[in-house]
Nanobody
Framework: QVQLVESGGGLVQPGGSLRLSCVAS????????MGWYRQAPGKGRELVAS???????NYAESVKGRFTISRDNAKNTVFLQMNSLKPEDTAVYYC?????????WGQGALVTVSS
């Protein structure tokens, strides 16, 4: 049974930082690319960062230079370090396979950027 468990969200002021974590189980984590997706209020879900099996990374233009994705294959965990946060980064963040998500989503991590 596939499970994706995100954590690390919260309320942060503009310019602040947060680090999200996602632990995956029930999938061959070390054999697949993983990504972080986000869904802002009233908008669709978008892929913001991804990492391949070998550790190569890719970012949406809106987060490039501010977010860093990384993975620990030994712990089936993917991370998202978010710096210089902006109000428009407010969203629920999810991890999943990239670029084609599997049909199971975790509960997500709510990130609110507000003063």
């Amino acid at each position: 049974q596939v499970q994706l468990v995100e954590s690390g969200g919260g309320l942060v002021q503009p310019g602040g930082s947060l680090r999200l974590s996602c632990v995956a189980s029930g999938i061959s984590f070390r054999l697949i690319s993983m990504g972080w997706y986000r869904q802002a209020p009233g908008k669709g879900r978008e892929l913001v960062a991804s990492t391949t099996v070998g550790g190569a990374t890719n970012y949406a233009e809106s987060v490039k230079g501010r977010f860093t994705i990384s993975r620990d294959n030994a712990k089936n965990t993917v991370f998202l370090q978010m710096n210089s946060l902006k109000p428009e980064d407010t969203a629920v963040y999810y991890c999943n396979r990239s670029p084609t998500p599997i049909g199971v989503w975790g509960q997500g991590a709510l990130v609110t950027v507000s003063s």
